[in-house]
Nanobody
């Protein structure tokens, strides 16, 4: 059974930091590219950051470049998103995604709220 379980979300003040984790099981994690997406109320889901299967390449949405860092630990079947200098506009549900060719899986999401 494939599972992607996100954790680490919560309420944080502007300028604060959070680290999201996504624990994967039920598939060969090291073969899959991993991404973080987010969806704010009334908006479409958008790509935040992505990392290749072996972690050699990453890419980021312009809105988070220099503030967010995606990483993975294939030994722990986990992908991370370190989020620094958080802004109110980062408020959203953050989703973990695994992709290999035409196969893809989603987690259930974790809420991140940035507010004073």
């Amino acid at each position: 059974q494939v599972q992607l379980v996100e954790s680490g979300g919560g309420l944080v003040h502007p300028g604060g930091s959070l680290r999201l984790s996504c624990a994967a099981s039920g598939f060969t994690f090291s073969n899959y590219a991993m991404s973080w997406y987010r969806q704010a109320p009334g908006k479409e889901r958008e790509l935040v950051a992505a990392i290749t299967s072996v972690g050699g390449s990453t890419n980021y949405a312009d809105s988070v470049k220099g503030r967010f860092t995606i990483s993975r630990d294939n030994a722990k079947n986990t992908v991370y998103l370190q989020m620094n200098s958080l802004k109110p506009e980062d408020t959203a549900v953050y989703y973990c995604n695994a992709k290999l060719l035409h196969f893809g899986y989603w987690g259930q999401g974790t809420q991140v709220t940035v507010s004073s």
